[in-house]
């Protein structure tokens, strides 16, 4: 199986910073997607094929990356971007998720 | 991108068995690979199973495999997840989840999710 390896686990920033997430795939894989996740609610899409920024998502997230590494970006951090945020691996089943990053707004 | 509304949960004894739906509407249901996630208290997210658009190819978590079962009735717009063996470790919301195409494996939307509670 694909483990995908989220770092941090956690993280505190202040608003209008620009924050970085990272997931690393154990084996080769092309592309991933990035959630967002507030508490009691369902994830949404982010970010799909690691880069493309999913209709209506505000063009402050972005991602990059290649295989073994993959970046969630947030740009000029707002207070409702504190959430949950995870990357999956879309290449091969088992389609595994990183652990998650909370993120934090102080 | 649709709408998807599951149920089926509820509280359950060890070693019992559980059938969530997943019911959807305004999209082509037959069109279109689901997905189950499932989400422990506390946890992260947990990919659970994938099934193809006309239920020909199914892909399960490796540690669920034998216990769990992805199904759909295309005739009904509706997917299912059964559940045998049920365990503790198996209190989750369960979510469902739509494919981005037929084949593919990309989550495109996601339903609300179902609580299941295990225990005696």
């Known amino acids: 199986d694909i483990e995908m390896t989220q770092s941090p686990s956690s993280l505190s920033a202040s608003v209008g910073d620009t924050v970085t997430i990272s997931c690393r795939a154990s084996?080769?894989?092309?592309?991933v997607s990035w959630f967002q996740q507030k508490p009691g609610k369902a994830p949404k899409v982010l970010i799909y094929?690691?880069?493309i920024l999913q209709s209506g998502v505000s063009s402050r997230f972005s991602g990059s990356g290649s295989w073994p590494d993959f970046t969630l970006t947030i740009s000029d951090l707002q207070f409702e971007d504190s959430a949950t945020y995870y990357c999956?691996?879309?290449?091969?089943?088992?389609?595994?998720f990183g652990g998650g990053t909370r993120v934090e707004i102080k | 991108q649709g709408h998807l509304v599951e149920s089926g949960g509820g509280v359950v004894q060890p070693g019992g068995s559980l059938r969530l739906s997943c019911a959807v509407s305004?999209?082509?249901?037959?069109?279109?690979?689901m997905h189950w996630v499932r989400q422990a208290p506390g946890k992260g997210l947990q990919w659970v199973a994938v099934?193809?658009?006309?239920?020909?190819?199914?892909y399960y978590a490796d540690p669920l495999k034998g216990r769990f079962t992805i199904s759909r009735d295309n005739s009904k717009d509706t997917l299912f997840l059964q559940v045998n063996d049920l365990r503790t470790e198996d209190t989750a919301v369960y979510y469902c989840?739509?494919?981005?195409?037929?084949?593919?494996?990309?989550?495109?939307?996601w339903g609300q999710g179902t609580l299941v509670i295990v225990s005696s």
């Open positions: 084996h080769s894989i092309a592309y």
């Open positions: 305004e999209f082509t249901f037959s069109r279109y690979g």
């Open positions: 989840a739509r494919a981005n195409g037929a084949y593919s494996y990309r989550i495109e939307s």
């Open positions: 094929s690691t880069s």
């Open positions: 999956q691996q879309t290449y091969s089943p088992p389609l595994t």
């Open positions: 099934i193809s658009s006309d239920g020909t190819n199914t």
